[in-house]
């Protein structure tokens, strides 16, 4: 009985281990949660939101009414500048949108909440990465949704089922690709007032680059190659591809570049390997700054 008593026993601990499915749903809640924030951010101030819809209005207005009276056949067989430029601010407006994503985070970087997330027992971090990327995604096809529509009081036709779900496809890949890297800057670049100022180099510069206000037989050689390897102008083209044909298909080659024809289903195909290409080096730089 003694030697019962003085035998050591040793305690094991009970592991509990959490379901996949747990995890998961708990990741959604912390999504949702930091998601409905920035929107109620947006909803308490909504001059962002206002701004993003009212800059590329003013250029498909402005930009749109300079070349009113340009022949109907200037850049394309029977359409109008107008409907030929509506393509391009579309595109052009998912890029800006996206573009600024990265202003939020930095925002709670300098106010110092995102060091409470960070110190918040989350599930995971990359939380904060998702509900940002869908939040910045969502306001982006907001202003997008704006934009098309105004395009129909232009002159612009409308689109039928299968246009639109394609359309909404390179407008969702563009600004996945593009709010992926500003949020990259918002973590490496030292405060807002660098990252302002990196929006404003690179907008511009981009815009006009591109075949957004211009086909590509309009411009010089050099500006035809710096527009060839320019992203967007494959966007604005798919875009205006699927605006000007009714019987669509994704061989048809709709841009021809110095290095060959390019087709509807390579643009897309070209649009995701560079998502993955960005998701895959920004994931390189997010987790050495969040961990």
Known sequence: MTSMMTQQIELKPILRFQKPHLYSNFLVQEIQALTTRLFLQVWRRPATLMAGIIQPLLWLILFGGLFYNAPVNLFTINTSYNCFLSSGIIIFTSFTGALNSGLPLMFDREFGFL?????????SRTSIILSSATFMTCLS???VIFIVTASLFMGNSPLN??????????ILLVTVGVTILSLALSFTLPGHIELLALILVINLPFLFSSTALAPLYFMPPWLQLIASLNPLSYAIEGTRYLYSSIHWNFAESIIKVSWGDVCLGQIIALLVILDIIAAYLVSKILKAKLN
Do not use: E, K, M, V
């Open 141 to 143: 096809l907001i202003q």
């Open 115 to 123: 060091n409470r997330l960070l110190t918040a027992p989350l599930i």
């Open 161 to 170: 089922n299968d246009s639109a779900i394609i359309l909404g496809l390179i």
